[in-house]
């Protein structure tokens, strides 16, 4: 098995701790304990794109992070679904074919979830 720093990419090599067999970093040292991974996903963090979910149709838009406009408008009039937050970051993306209208999505500006507006 092969294993990769979710820190820095580089190759983990297994070395022996008290025992048990860790995982430790060639290039920056981090160690990640296998047996205790298996219950903790979190390295989901470094991911540069966004999921989320068009119940609907069942139909997955991914936001490429790295598209959105940097200097974006800020609207008061919208609840953010996760913090209940009043202000959010809003964008247009045309998701569909160009004759339909383009989805407004939000970016709450507390917590920074994302969702898009149904209309
Ligand atoms: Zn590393
Ligand atoms: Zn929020």
């Not at 903790?40 to 470094?46: Q, T, V």
Request: with cysteine; net charge positive; glycine share 6%.
């Amino acid at each position: 098995m092969v294993m990769f720093c979710p820190k820095c990419g580089g190759l983990m090599v297994p070395r022996k701790k008290n025992g048990k067999t860790i995982l430790v970093c060639t290039k920056c040292g981090y160690t990640l304990d296998p047996s205790a991974s298996k219950s903790n996903n979190k390295i989901s963090g470094y991911k540069l794109t966004t999921k989320i979910e068009h119940t609907e149709k069942e139909k997955i838009i991914v936001i490429d992070e790295s598209k959105i406009p940097k200097v974006l408008p800020i609207t008061r009039d919208v609840t953010c679904p996760k913090c209940g937050h009043h202000e959010a970051y809003y964008w247009l993306v045309q998701t569909r074919r160009a004759d339909e209208p383009p989805t407004r999505f939000f970016k709450c500006t507390k917590c920074g979830y994302v969702w898009r507006e149904y209309a």
